[in-house]
């Protein structure tokens, strides 16, 4: 049994739309997952998309989907975290890698999504690509929420450190399983069980063995098998784990098998 904690279905024409993706996870053994939407419009989109059994949204604006930012597009977020299909605030976060380095908006839009977060007490996804530090800082400048998780953990051991002194969750995505990823996988056996998540961030970084293709949530167990074998347990126990884990932090009904 499998959670994909973080994942973009509205992005997954390519692999046959919503529909057909939810189905495929379903027979490979995924309960449920989490499809994020990442500007005002696929977060509506998201929420559409939770319709589906076992099927929940995050609402929120991408820190490189950001050229909608206004005072008006954080109200209509705000409305939209009022849907009962809304289990998330995010994705949201800091993006130095395509934005080249620190800009006000990214950190205000950051700043907002936290409050959000704050009000409606909902969990926190944070998208931290060459920025986990300032992440961390600024989470520690406005007071982090009750519930936050950074997805794709691509952070080192001393931030590692950092976001669990914050009672954060932290999530791995496929890059776990790459060849290159040692250290990363190092890191994923230093979580607290308690605090351990696993996602596909489909349709992008597919695990191996299927890297080069379009990620869907049905491989969620290829990561789940990087991590436990990281971890030194088995696949079965990483699953159950991960899936209470996930269920807890959202705040969902702890699924059965699919």
């Not at 289990?87 to 959000?116: K, M, P, S, Y």
């Not at 704050?118 to 400048?141: M, Q």
């Not at 691509?154 to 990823?181: K, P, T």
Request: glycine share 12%.
């Amino acid at each position: 049994m499998w959670f994909d904690s973080h994942c973009h279905l509205h992005l997954c024409d390519e692999a046959g739309g919503p529909t057909d993706v939810i189905g495929r996870a379903r027979a490979a053994g995924v309960s449920a997952m989490v499809t994020l939407g990442t500007d005002v419009a696929t977060s509506r989109r998201a929420l559409e998309i939770a319709s589906a059994d076992g099927v929940y949204a995050g609402v929120g604006m991408h820190p490189t989907d950001l050229e909608g930012w206004s005072p008006a597009a954080l109200a209509t977020i705000d409305g939209l975290l009022g849907d009962r299909r809304a289990v998330a605030v995010g994705e949201t976060g800091l993006d130095f890698h395509h934005n080249g380095g620190r800009g006000g908006r990214q950190e205000e839009a950051f700043a907002a999504h936290i409050d959000l977060a704050k009000k409606h007490d909902k969990p926190l996804v944070i998208h931290t690509r060459d920025s986990v530090g300032e992440a961390i800082e600024l989470l520690g400048g406005e007071g982090s929420p009750r519930r936050l998780v950074f997805h794709c953990w691509s952070g080192h051991e001393a931030h590692l450190r950092a976001a669990l002194e914050m009672d954060a969750h932290i999530s791995f995505a496929g890059n776990v399983s790459f060849s290159s990823a040692g250290d990363l996988r190092r890191l994923a056996a230093l979580v607290p069980g308690e605090r351990l998540l696993v996602e596909t961030d489909s349709p992008f970084l597919t695990p191996v063995p299927n890297r080069g293709k379009p990620n869907e949530p049905r491989n969620v167990a290829h990561v789940g098998q990087a991590v436990a074998d990281a971890r030194g347990v088995s696949a079965h126990l990483l699953g159950e784990l991960t899936t209470r884990n996930a269920s807890a932090f959202f705040g969902v009904p702890a699924p059965t098998s699919p």
